[in-house]
Each structure stands twice: as C-alpha cells, then as structure tokens.
C-alpha cells in the first residue's frame, strides 16, 4: 500500500502535444486582496516551468489570453508561488473570483471540463482522506500489530472508491477528466481489465488526449502478468542444475513465486507458502520458486534452513533474472497463481488471501 498524496503531486512531468492555435482561452479574474501589479500567470501542472500566459493585476483584476492543445490541468498563480489554484481548462471563456485568502474557496466559471474536475475532488477526496488515515496507522507502532485488520479496511475502500471510478467514467466517457481521474486511481487496483474496460468507454478524442494516452501507456504495460493473461513460459536451472520449464507444470495449479535469500520480507512470508504447500500439495497445486540470488550458496541454504520442499530455479543474475524482467518485477515477494490451462489467476497473494484464494479454486475440506 502506497501513502495517498495530493492528487497534483502524483501527476508525470511529461510534456503536451502542440495543435495549431487557432482556438483562444480567456480567463477574467476579480480576486479580493490580489496585491496591484502582482504578477498572475498560468502553469502546465505537468511541465511547471511552462508560462502559458500571464498578466499583471489591478485592483484585483486580471485577464489571461492564450492557447492551450486541449483540456488539461493547469495551476493559477495569484502574484506568489504559495497562492496557486489548479484549474482544469481548455480553450474556454472562464471567469475566476474570490479571496486570495481562501484559495479553496475560488470560484471559476465558463469551463466545462473545470467543473468536471471540482465535481472529482468533492466525490472523491473523503476517499482519500479515508485511505491517507488508513495508511499512517498502518505505518505506526500500534498499527503493526492489527495490520491484516488494516489491510482488509484498505481494500474495502480502496473497493468503494473503484466503484465510484466506474459510476464518474460512465457518467463522463467525453470529459478529459475521466482519463485523469483513471491516473490519480490507477495504484489503488491491479485489475487491469477493468481499467481497459474504463479506457475502451471514453470518446476517441479523449482517448488520444495526454491523460488518455498516459494511462493507457500504463495499461499496457501493467498487462503483462496481469490476471487473466496468459503467464510467460520460460525456463531456468534448479538446485542441479536441471532445465525446468513453467510450461512443464501446466495441469497443475503453480505458485509461481519470486524471491530470494537476502530478502527479509520474502523470508518472513515463506512459513506461510510452506504451509499452504502442505495443505494443498494434494489437490493438483504445487510452488515454482524463482531466486533472485546472485550466489548459489547462500539460495541453497535459505532453501534447507526455510524447509521450501519445491521445485526451485534461478539463473544467479540478481535483479536481472531472465524470468524476472520477462514478468516486470520490480519488488518482492511477488507471486503469480497460475491455473491447469496456463492462465494467472492471482497475483501478489500473501498471508490469509493466498489461503482464501486456494479455498476459493481447491476446497479446503
């Protein structure tokens, strides 16, 4: 789980496309306590040190003319670095006002993408504030101790807020704030398929905009080990040094396990991979382990001392291992439950979840 920041802090400095301008915005501002002459100017949320447009102030008023590739997330800069607003805007007429005070308390007007934007933070952000509070507790002392408890409330909403996702991109598949709204959401679910679902609603030109083009980037590459797919044969050497295929165990259910001697987190979740090995080696399941060690020695004796009585394979080439970048992992432990037909059917299932799903697919009678 991943500490929720503010959702303009998660965005990528990446740059626009570029469009013939033959489109204008206007953005008229009234802005109580905007000093006179201080400097108003609007910024790419994605490329900062790009000055769209920008204006001086009187008394209070400014007006900021230019042109943007399509609808995007811009900040407005009232006269100070410390007074910014975003703004979700294309080439519209809008007109801002309030308090340089309350900057929440801004009202822009004349955008309709903008007003999609507002209508995200107010469905979405008790959401976060709920999964911000989940993930300090989990990261303090006390929450060590009920961390499973914190994990199931963590997917509960995390769930719920995926829900919410589905009901904002269906009522707004022509709105480029869908697609940046599938960004901001995009770590809280490893379900790729559904987010392809979101993706394939959206209007064609929204697809191709930056944020469409952005998530389905990520899409794509999420999609190799994702559930569903087809997993990735290949084959690496065992304790002997014996040629062992993922394919040769196809028939059988496989835990398909990345891991490695030096890793503190893969060992303390090995206990419990044995345990469901020798609760279901029975019932057509059986471990593939793949080490990431770069010494023999050392993997073979994590093998003996962790009592893993699997089948286990490793080419020694550390965070290089071939099977490893082949299925993109970047963290362990990770895992990949694999079905009789060669299609994964689980992914990154540890503790309770890797036992319920085995229930769920084996029976545990």
């Known amino acids: 789980m991943k500490r929720f920041c503010w959702v303009l802090g998660l965005m990528p400095l990446l740059s626009f496309g570029q469009e013939k301008k033959d489109t204008q915005f206007t953005i008229t501002g009234d802005i109580k306590g905007l000093e006179d002459s201080a400097l108003v100017f609007l910024t790419d949320v994605s490329n900062p040190t790009d000055t769209v447009a920008k204006a001086p102030a009187r008394s209070g008023h400014f007006v900021l003319n230019g042109h943007v590739a399509e609808p995007n997330l811009f900040e407005l800069n009232l006269g100070s670095a410390k007074t910014k607003a975003p703004l979700f805007m294309g080439n519209d007429n809008i007109s801002v006002s309030g308090s340089q005070e309350d900057l929440k308390g801004l009202v822009a007007k004349g955008s309709p993408s903008n007003d999609d934007f507002v209508e995200f933070q107010k469905e979405f952000n008790p959401y976060f504030t709920r999964i911000n509070g989940v993930m300090q507790l989990a990261n303090s002392p006390e929450g060590m101790k009920v961390k499973d408890s914190l994990f199931k409330i963590y997917k509960r909403v995390a769930d719920s807020t995926m829900n919410e996702l589905d009901a904002f991109v269906a009522n707004k598949r022509s709105s480029y704030v869908s697609p940046f709204v599938m960004v901001v959401l995009n770590q809280l679910s490893e379900d790729v398929g559904r987010q392809l679902k979101r993706y394939n609603s959206l209007a064609p030109e929204v697809q191709k905009g930056f944020y469409g083009q952005y998530i389905k980037g990520k899409l794509d590459e999420a999609s190799i080990g994702a559930i569903g797919t087809d997993a990735m044969d290949f084959t690496q050497s065992d304790t002997s040094g014996r040629a062992i295929s993922l394919s040769s165990f196809k028939g059988k259910y496989v835990l398909l396990d990345f891991w490695a001697s030096w890793c503190g987190p893969c060992r303390m979740e090995n206990p419990n991979v044995v345990s469901m090995y020798?609760?279901?080696?029975?019932?057509?399941f059986t471990v593939l382990g793949v080490s990431l060690d770069k010494s023999k020695e050392p993997w073979l004796k994590a093998i003996k001392d962790d009592g893993l009585?699997?089948?286990?394979?490793?080419?020694?080439?550390?965070?290089?291992?071939?099977?490893?970048?082949?299925?993109?992992?970047?963290?362990?432990?990770?895992?990949?439950?694999?079905?009789?037909?060669?299609?994964?059917?689980?992914?990154?299932?540890?503790?309770?979840?890797?036992?319920?799903?085995l229930c769920e697919l084996l029976g545990c009678n």
Request: hydrophobic share 35%; aromatic share 12%; proline share 5%.
């Open 278 to 284: 020798k609760k279901f080696k029975g019932k057509n």
């Open 309 to 357: 009585a699997w089948t286990q394979v490793s080419d020694l080439k550390y965070w290089y291992n071939e099977a490893a970048l082949k299925y993109h992992i970047q963290s362990i432990p990770q895992n990949f439950l694999i079905d009789p037909n060669g299609k994964i059917v689980g992914k990154n299932l540890r503790g309770p979840d890797l036992q319920a799903k």
